[in-house]
Structure formats: C-alpha cells, structure tokens
C-alpha cells in the first residue's frame, strides 16, 4: 500500500505513527508547533474520529478496505469489539514478524512475508493479512536465514521488546505463538473507540 510523505502524515494527525517519525527530530518539531492543537470543542466529533481512524490505518500500514472489515467483524463476532478489533490486527501475520523483531518496521515486515521468507507450521505463506492463532509456529525460510536480512539478526535483536503473547528463539529463527494479544490503551497512539464510532455512523 503506497503511503506518501510519512513525515508530512504524521504532523497532519498529530502523533509518530511510523517508525520513522518516533524520534526526537519529530518531537522537536511538534514542540515548536508542529501542529498546533485547537482548543476544546473546535474540532468536529467526525474529524477527530477521521484523525483516529486514519493513526489507526497507517500504524498498521493497511487499507480502508481491510479496515472495514475487520471493524465489522469485530461488531458482528464479538461483544467487546474493541479488544477484538486490536486481536485481529495484532494477530495479522506482518505485525506478528514485527513484533518478534524479525523486521524494524512493519512496513518492512510486510514486504518479507510477500517475498516468501515466512513459514507458518512448515508452509511458506506470503499473506500479511494471515491470521496466527495460539500454538501456531512461525519462522525463517531456510534459505532466507543466510541472507543479509537475518544474518546478523542475533547480534542486534532485542528480546526485551518482545510482547508476552510470543516467543522466539532468535538463534533459530523460530517463534511460537503462545497466547493472543491483550489491547492495552497506553501503548497505542490512536483511540479505538473513536474508530467504532466513526464505522458506525
């Protein structure tokens, strides 16, 4: 999915997003206005769900397609749609190799799936999309693991980062998927609720 100008993006929505812009330049440039907030009130309920929405669509780097689906399945399947909307986009298999550290960005992350150096329970799978369930065993490619994306991975791979639903052999290059991700609202950048709100109007 073609993004553009992260930076620009960024500043527009008010938060670092992308990997790229969680830095202290970005910080910086915020602080010294950036982007100035408004006061109480100003902003419109839709465009503060709009901003929402879209934080949430460019972290995870997905369509507004994809989006809207997985909000609908969300309301359809569950009673708590807000912490199964964050399962499913946590479980997506690209932001599973990101949050294993296997890749920097999930931008990155998505393009190694794509490119078949992932494997799902021994089957190679280029779908970012795909979904990982507890038990399932994701890894390197065996033909992959030489090459100059993983090669040095051990050495610069850091395992304190990694969420407690997942666990890796780094040595390996394997991981297993040991539970499901729990939606914690201090670790994202976005409000769901804001999200839902926006879908169901």
Do not use: C
């Not at 100035?36 to 465009?47: E, I, T």
């Not at 296997?102 to 990155?108: I, N, S, V, Y």
């Not at 499901?180 to 769901?192: G, I, M, Q, R």
């Amino acid at each position: 999915m073609k993004i553009g100008p992260k930076f620009k993006i960024a500043k527009r929505l008010g938060a670092p997003i992308f990997e790229k812009t969680q830095t202290a330049k970005f910080a910086l440039s915020q602080a010294r206005g950036g982007r100035k907030l408004k006061r109480p009130g100003q902003a419109s309920d839709y465009k503060r769900q709009l901003i929402e929405k879209q934080k949430m669509r460019f972290t995870y780097g997905i369509t507004e397609k994809q989006l809207r689906r997985y909000v609908d399945e969300a309301i359809d399947k569950s009673t708590q749609p807000i912490p199964h909307l964050m399962e499913r986009l946590e479980s997506r298999l690209d932001n599973t190799v990101y949050r294993l550290g296997l890749a920097k960005t999930r931008r990155f992350a998505r393009q190694i799936v794509s490119h078949g150096h992932i494997f799902v329970n021994g089957k190679r799978l280029d779908i970012p999309s795909h979904k990982v369930r507890v038990g399932d065993v994701v890894s390197v490619r065996e033909g992959s693991k030489q090459t100059g994306l993983f090669v040095t991975l051990a050495e610069t791979h850091e395992s304190a980062s990694v969420p407690a639903w997942l666990s890796i052999d780094i040595k390996k290059l394997e991981a297993k998927v040991t539970g499901v991700p729990v939606y914690n609202p201090a670790e994202t950048l976005f409000d769901p609720e804001q999200v839902m709100e926006y879908y169901s109007r």
